[in-house]
């Protein structure tokens, strides 16, 4: 072979040769590559399923919006984790670090529910409120009802103090009323003892008559003290003597100092006449009066009948007593409900009921046991009976006596029953209840009677207030009062 044609053929086998080993070495190398890439796609395959535990590929694209922003050092399951942490521990603070999300939802849960189911039990007023009740939705309606509550404090606060500002009034107002009550009760008590002087004056002086037999009388009973029996009996003698001596200062008074200047008289306004008879039809029991629509006299209303130029009896029986049965501007007509046949109703007689007034309105107090029936034994509902009466008739009553109270009716003080024994207490176990009572009743009864006497009061039995208002006829009928 020539020598250009071998280094020809050797230059091709050497080049066969290279791409032969080029191509052994790209085929070994692209399977080592797929190898490897089939390993790296087996390990993306595997790193892409656990990526889908934790999030969906919508969510790994929106994991910022999802999350937030991305924080240096931290991954996003971390970031989310101190997230919940944060969330959790407003409910729950104080979690272990190393517990699990589950664990310390669960734990959250639970105690939400707890705590709702505490609130619903507590706060009844907190409608719809159930184990599935939010947290925020307990937290709405706890605010709500404090909002509540703080108005109606507020609310009750500005009531509070108006109240206040008008019991200061009130007070301001009793004061300065028993300021004038005070001074007005020193200057009748100056003008009572002016008078009551006068009067020790008058009895001193009279007393001075009778002296030498009060003396004589003292002498007696020291000579006879030696001796129970006799000084008992001169003692009962004495007494009756005295009681002759002031029988006698009385007389004295009645005949020569009280018409010169009588003493003060503390009833004189139930002795005060209404009106008068104008007319008398004596075949029809009827009479006129000078009473009318003018006056406020009204149908059913009756006035005792006393004789005319004569002072209205202390007893304040009449003689005769009348129930009006037609009323005119001027004058009315009346029947003639009891009379005296010796002392019959005549023209000019006055008329009088202690409870009606043509200008005032009459202010009574009613206390004690009343006999209305005349059976002698006390009436259940008297006091209640007369109390109806008087506001019928236009009268005003009272549970207490004041300075404004015109009249006490005042009956038998109420008997008090023997204390109950244990045994009767257990067999009546009101028994006790109705001892107390009674004693309360009791202890009212006298409070009313020494306010009465203490503010000169006028005080009436049943039978001169009954006699006083024209009605003591009327009173044994059913329905009277």
Known sequence: MPIGKKSAADSTLYALIAFVALFIIAATAGVIYYLKFEEQRGLADTAQKRLGEFASPAEVQKIGALVGAEQSGKSRLKVTLDYLDQTLSLIVPGFPGDTSAEVKVNEATRKVKEMVAGIDKQYSELN??????????????????????????????????????????????????????????????????????????????????????????????????????????????????????????????????????????????????????????????????????????????????????????????????????????????????????????????????????????NTFVVAG????????????????????????WGGKVADSVTVNTDYVILGTPPEVP??????????????MEKYERTLQQVAKYKDIQSQAQALSIPILNADRFLYFIGYKTQAGNPGAF
């Open 369 to 392: 046991d009343f006999d209305l029936t005349g059976n002698g034994v006390p009436n259940d509902e008297a006091v209640a009976k007369i109390r109806r009466l008087v506001e019928k």
């Open 418 to 431: 023997t204390k109950p024994t244990m045994q009767e207490t257990e067999k009546y176990p009101n028994a």
């Open 128 to 361: 719809d409120v159930d184990a599935n009740t939010t947290l925020l939705q307990v937290t709405e309606k706890l605010t709500a009802a404090l909002q509540s509550a703080s108005a109606a404090e507020k609310d009750a606060r500005g009531q509070l103090a108006e109240l206040q500002n008008k019991f200061d009034d009130a007070t301001k107002a009793s004061m300065e009323k028993e300021q004038a009550l005070l001074a007005e009760k020193d200057k009748f008590q100056q003008q009572f003892e002016k008078v009551r002087a006068g009067y020790d004056e008058l009895k001193a002086l009279l007393e001075k008559k009778t002296d030498e037999q009060v003396k004589d009388l003292y002498g007696k009973l020291d000579q006879e003290r030696t001796g129970r029996e006799e000084t008992n009996k001169q003692l009962l003698k004495s007494q009756a003597e005295l009681q002759i001596a002031q029988e006698r200062i009385q007389k004295i008074l009645k005949e020569s100092v009280w018409p010169i200047q009588p003493p003060p008289d503390t009833e004189v306004k139930a002795f005060e006449p209404d009106g008068k008879v104008i007319l008398v039809d004596d075949q029809a029991k009827t009479v006129q009066i000078s009473l009318g629509s003018n006056d406020h006299i009204y149908r059913g209303l009756t006035f005792a009948v006393y004789d005319r130029g004569q002072p209205i009896p202390r007893d304040g029986k009449g003689k005769a007593e009348i129930e009006v049965y037609d009323v005119g501007e001027s004058f009315s007509a009346a029947r003639i409900i009891s009379s005296d046949k010796k002392n019959p109703v005549v023209a000019d007689d006055i008329i009088a009921n202690l409870i009606w007034s043509s200008t005032k309105v």
